[in-house]
């Protein structure tokens, strides 16, 4: 079985497949690896942002390259160059900047979590996927 390419495209994908995986593990009472993978969502949804800014066979800046295999949201956030946008947007989206704070809980070492409630894991896909205020929606609109 082959990985998926690491470029845009691949990364949206990746990001889409996540979140659908994520709500099936959501639907069926496995509120932990559906919390983990909702986030692992998001990071590649900014990766796929990180993406776009790279041209085909230019030498990529080594600043950037460095910073895109963060998996710290906040950090790939500002490496998407997507920190302004954010704060503008909220005024636009109600309810944006308060996703954005209950996503930024998950970091990469929530996969250890085992204790993932159900109110916390619908609260925090919520956040991801709302289709009005949602993280992941926010995010597509810049990929």
């Known amino acids: 079985m082959t990985s998926p390419r690491l470029n845009r495209d691949g990364l949206q994908r990746l990001a889409d497949l996540r979140v659908a995986e994520a709500r099936l593990l959501l639907d069926n009472g496995h509120y932990s690896g559906a919390y983990y993978l909702a986030g692992y969502?998001?990071?590649?949804?900014?990766?796929?942002?990180?993406?776009?800014?790279?041209?085909?066979?230019?030498f990529p800046d080594r600043k950037l390259a460095s910073e895109s295999y963060s998996h710290s949201l906040r950090s790939l956030?500002?490496?998407?160059?997507?920190?302004?946008?954010?704060?503008?947007?909220n005024a636009i989206y109600p309810g944006l900047g308060a996703n954005w704070e209950e996503v930024l809980k998950?970091?990469?070492?929530?996969r250890y979590k085992t204790d993932v409630s159900l109110a916390e894991c619908q609260r925090f896909?919520?956040?991801i996927t709302n289709s009005a205020n949602g993280i992941l929606p926010w995010i597509k609109t810049y990929w």
């Open 41 to 58: 969502a998001v990071e590649c949804a900014l990766k796929a942002c990180i993406a776009k800014q790279v041209r085909e066979f230019d």
């Open 77 to 89: 956030l500002g490496t998407a160059g997507l920190v302004g946008a954010l704060g503008q947007d």
């Open 106 to 110: 998950w970091n990469v070492e929530s």
């Open 125 to 127: 896909y919520t956040a």
